[in-house]
């Protein structure tokens, strides 16, 4: 949580310097194929789809800033994402304290990206 509250502060300072300092529109830069996939899953499944796969597929700063993209209230999307984690923390403990499935491992296997 610590890195989501860090990059969404980092967020907004970053997008009001480019507002206001440099008069640049923010909305305006070059679309590759990856940020097209992006701005597709965010417009599909909002914020909720994007604070349920950032702890796993996203990364935290990935997540972080798609979300502010999309909900300009920083506490919404800090709740967001601490449902999420929670969500994730507690799955994981009873994958492990349960079932003895160790989750490091098989987030190793799932990684067929890499």
């Known amino acids: 949580?610590?890195?989501?509250?860090?990059?969404?502060?980092?967020l907004m300072e970053i997008l009001y310097y480019i507002k206001r300092k440099r008069g640049i529109d923010p909305r305006k830069f070059k679309m590759n194929k990856k940020m097209r996939r992006l701005v597709r899953f965010?417009?599909?499944?909002?914020?909720?789809?994007?604070?349920l796969l950032t702890p796993i597929l996203l990364q935290v700063p990935v997540g972080t800033i798609l979300a502010g993209s999309i909900e300009s209230n920083s506490k919404k999307v800090f709740l967001y994402m601490f449902i999420s984690f929670s969500l994730y923390s507690i799955a994981f403990y009873l994958?492990?304290?349960m079932f003895d499935i160790?989750?490091?491992?098989v987030l190793k296997q799932l990684q067929f990206w890499k």
């Open 1 to 10: 949580m610590i890195g989501v509250v860090a990059y969404d502060l980092l």
């Open 42 to 51: 965010r417009n599909k499944f909002g914020l909720a789809g994007i604070a």
């Open 102 to 105: 160790n989750p490091g491992d």
């Open 95 to 97: 994958m492990n304290s």
